[in-house]
Nanobody, 116 residues
Framework: QVQLKEFGGGLVQAGGSLRLSCAAS????????MGWYRQAPGNQREWVGS????????YADSVKGRFTISRANPRDYTIYLQMNDVKPEDTGVYYC?????????WGQGTQVTVAS
């Protein structure tokens, strides 16, 4: 099973920036794409965005234009979530995931808190 570990959460002021990273290990041949979900207290887990192995990215409307997902290089299974112009509603636990043939593996999550 693919293991995922997130890094980079913390406290940030509204309007500021934060970068999260997620490193995959294990059978990385079982990865078609990677991405991020988040979960605010009392809310369901919400998809944030994803990146395919070919570099194609997709984003939720709520973060489009503010968040960017990237990979360091095509052979690297570390992805980044660059969060700019953050808002209090971006607060939550951010979970990295990897996808393979309809099955997702998950990291344990990292807390992001945006102070107004």
């Amino acid at each position: 099973q693919v293991q995922l570990k997130e890094f980079g959460g913390g406290l940030v002021q509204a309007g500021g920036s934060l970068r999260l990273s997620c490193a995959a290990s294990g059978p990385t041949a079982r990865i078609d794409g990677m991405g991020w979900y988040r979960q605010a207290p009392g809310n369901q887990r919400e998809w944030v965005g994803s990146i395919r192995l070919n570099g194609l990215t997709q984003y939720a409307d709520s973060v489009k234009g503010r968040f960017t997902i990237s990979r360091a290089n095509p052979r690297d299974y570390t992805i980044y979530l660059q969060m700019n112009d953050v808002k209090p509603e971006d607060t939550g636990v951010y979970y990295c995931y990897s996808a393979f043939r309809g099955h997702n593996s998950w990291g344990q999550g990292t807390q992001v808190t945006v102070a107004s």
